[in-house]
Nanobody, 125 residues
């Protein structure tokens, strides 16, 4: 599987963006998927993850209630809806696949073995 993230951009505080992650191949629906982000000078951190079916989801407390992860297996696409954006959300956002899990997911970036190229999200005041 190969992943291509898109949808980033410049947005004002309080605004919204929707990130997409398009997956190639026919196995997208077998894997748990996650979104991570990396701000300048910081480590890559977990944002949200979902099981292969999309029935189970989890987001970090820092974004809970503002961000929503979803997936469309028929279209091989993962989404991250980001609302009420804050300046501290500024980062490069990456989608990733964990090919060892389907109905469970991990917060640990080392569990994910396929990564998209990242898309920049900048939130300005």
């Amino acid at each position: 599987v190969q992943l291509q993230a898109s949808g980033g951009g410049l947005v004002q505080v309080g605004g919204s963006l929707r990130l997409s992650c398009a997956a190639s191949g026919r196995t997208f629906n077998r894997y748990s998927m996650g979104w991570f982000r990396q701000a300048p000078g910081k480590e890559r951190e977990f944002v949200c993850a979902t099981s292969s079916s999309g029935d189970s989801k989890y987001c970090d407390n820092s974004v809970k209630g503002r961000f929503t992860i979803s997936r469309n297996n028929a279209e091989n696409t993962l989404y991250l809806q980001m609302n009420s954006l804050k300046q501290e959300d500024t980062a490069v956002y990456y989608c990733a696949a964990d090919r060892t899990r389907n109905e469970y997911f991990s917060r640990n970036r080392r569990s994910y073995d396929v990564w998209g190229q990242g898309t920049q999200v900048t939130v300005s005041s």
